[in-house]
């Protein structure tokens, strides 16, 4: 399946700014896009053209992403998609979109600070209904605090430092309570008889998506919705056609692994591998089975053993959604919290208003569930 994006019509204009005139093209041009983010050690597998043209070909939205040549001769790269609208004020723009990873600028040896102004700036004077960016962790520090024309959005994600290899994690960055966990968890696996499969083919896709949906049928129980319900929203936010177009696009960075048993798959996991940065992406299990295994500790030690040996600097493990189990988790891993700020820019309050509506959804589950509960008695 090809999931070349064609690109459209490319447009150029130049921009004023306080550091002299910047040139900006958009779409930009592929070959600039690869050079540019080769030369920036923070770029992430999110920040590659075949993960836009995922998005764009899944998620239905267009590349808009833009290239600004500054008067220092710097090339910069702001990867972006939009889904256009008539009147133009209407449009809605993202470096990402939720579900789909990081976006920020791209730089020769990272962005600089002023360069940020200058993007920023940019993205005000035009004025969308709302322009989402979020940078990568190891580019945050470039981006400035909150700002007047912004709505901040605090976010920490989880990384562990792969600095000196899988003896420094062990030795130095594993507690011995982790590692005793490692240990039980390859003795159990092969007591069990527990296989990880690793690759990117559409089977091990298959397997993945069935865990996902076996999870969103024990969330249902859980909060006593009805699973169709849930299943329905769940395949909403997190389709298949997601994960297949990513193993299919990405065969070099997508590595999905599937620990199974006699009696089937019980846990899985998509890693991202790309540079100095590897990602835990998603991961599901059967509860109850991968839990007495610890088959999560087995595959994620599997998976840092590889960013370890591709020379990856950092693992990163996404945020946590304020689930303090899987905070523990990522700590007992030896994640570090890694704060960052994600920039919203909007002509109406869209954030104070789904936070309204979250609140609002948040009570009539809460409901559902006394519902459910009483009904049990």
């Known amino acids: 399946m090809d999931h070349q994006v064609q690109p459209h019509e490319s447009r150029e204009w130049d921009v004023r700014t306080g550091m002299g005139p910047v040139r900006v093209t958009s779409p930009v041009p592929r070959e600039t896009w690869v050079r540019v983010l080769e030369a920036d050690p923070a770029a992430m597998v999110f920040h590659l053209p075949e993960w836009l ?3 764009c070909t899944v998620g239905g939205w267009k590349d808009a992403g833009r290239l600004y040549r500054t ?17 133009h004020l209407l449009a809605v723009r993202a470096s990402l ?30 004025r969308a209904l709302r322009t989402r960016l979020r940078p990568s962790f190891d580019a945050a520090s470039a981006w400035p605090g909150p700002m007047p024309a912004f709505v901040s959005v605090p976010r920490t994600v989880h990384v562990l430092d792969l600095d000196g290899g899988m003896d420094a994690i062990w030795s130095k960055r594993w507690s011995a309570n982790t590692r ?38 024990r969330l249902a129980r859980e909060r006593h919705v009805p699973p169709a319900v849930m299943r329905r929203r769940g395949k909403r936010m997190e389709p298949l056609a ?24 019980v846990a ?23 839990g007495r295994l610890r088959a999560n500790y087995l595959l994620h030690l599997r ?75």
């Open 180 to 217: 005793r966990h490692m240990r039980v968890a390859e003795s159990r696996s092969e007591e069990a008889g527990l296989i990880i499969e690793t690759g990117n083919s559409p089977r091990l896709v298959e397997r993945f998506y069935d865990l996902y949906l076996r999870w969103l049928d």
């Open 71 to 87: 008067d220092e001769g710097r090339e910069l790269v702001l990867p972006m998609v939009c889904r256009p609208a008539r009147p």
């Open 53 to 55: 043209d995922c998005l």
């Open 268 to 290: 899985a996991m998509i890693t991202l591998l790309h540079g100095e940065v590897g990602v835990y992406w998603r991961g599901y299990s059967d509860k109850e089975t991968a």
């Open 242 to 265: 997601k994960f297949q177009a990513v193993a299919a696009a990405l065969p070099g960075a997508c590595r999905v692994r599937v620990a199974t048993t006699e009696t089937g798959p």
């Open 303 to 377: 998976a840092i053993e590889e960013a370890c040996e591709v020379g990856c600097r950092y693992y990163e493990m996404g945020e946590s959604g304020g689930i303090a189990s899987l905070k523990q988790f990522k700590a007992r891993l030896g994640a570090k919290e890694w704060p960052l700020t994600e920039y919203r820019l909007e002509r109406e309050p869209l954030t104070r208003l789904q936070s309204r509506m979250d609140i609002v959804r948040g009570a009539m589950e809460h409901w559902i569930s006394g519902r459910g509960t009483e009904g049990s008695r």
């Open 97 to 126: 979109p939720p579900g789909w990873g990081t976006g920020g600028i791209l730089a020769p040896g990272g962005v600089r600070p002023h360069e940020v102004d200058l993007v920023l700036a940019d993205l005000v004077a035009e």
